[in-house]
Nanobody, 125 residues
Framework: EVQLVESGGGLVQAGGSLRLSCAAS????????IGWFRQAPGKEREGVSC????????NYADFVKGRFTISSDSAKNTLYLQMNTLKPEDTAVYYC??????????????????WGKGTLVTVSS
């Protein structure tokens, strides 16, 4: 059974940093693409960043390029998202998701087969 558990969210001031973690189990970490998605209040969930560790491929949404960095530790089956220079508009619940289909990785929510329960990030102005 695939399980994804996010952690690391919290309250931070604008310009600050947070690192999110997603502990994964129930599958071989390098076999699938895995990524971060977020849902802000009143908005649809959107892709933030993803990685296919097997090929060393990463992908970022334009609105986080240069500020967020995705990484993974296959030995620990853990996905990370380092978020720097946070903005109030980054406030959202952040989810990790596993995509079993994409050859590399996709930021499309429709490609995700498994979801974690999310961790809340609040950025104050």
């Amino acid at each position: 059974e695939v399980q994804l558990v996010e952690s690391g969210g919290g309250l931070v001031q604008a310009g600050g940093s947070l690192r999110l973690s997603c502990a994964a189990s129930g599958f071989t970490f390098d076999d699938y693409a895995i990524g971060w998605f977020r849902q802000a209040p009143g908005k649809e969930r959107e892709g933030v960043s993803c990685i296919k560790s097997r090929y060393g491929v990463t992908n970022y949404a334009d609105f986080v390029k240069g500020r967020f960095t995705i990484s993974s530790d296959s030995a620990k089956n853990t996905l990370y998202l380092q978020m720097n220079t946070l903005k109030p508009e980054d406030t959202a619940v952040y989810y990790c998701g596993v995509d079993r289909t994409s050859y590399y990785c996709s930021l499309r929510e429709s490609m995700v087969d498994y979801w974690g329960k999310g961790t809340l990030v609040t950025v104050s102005s």
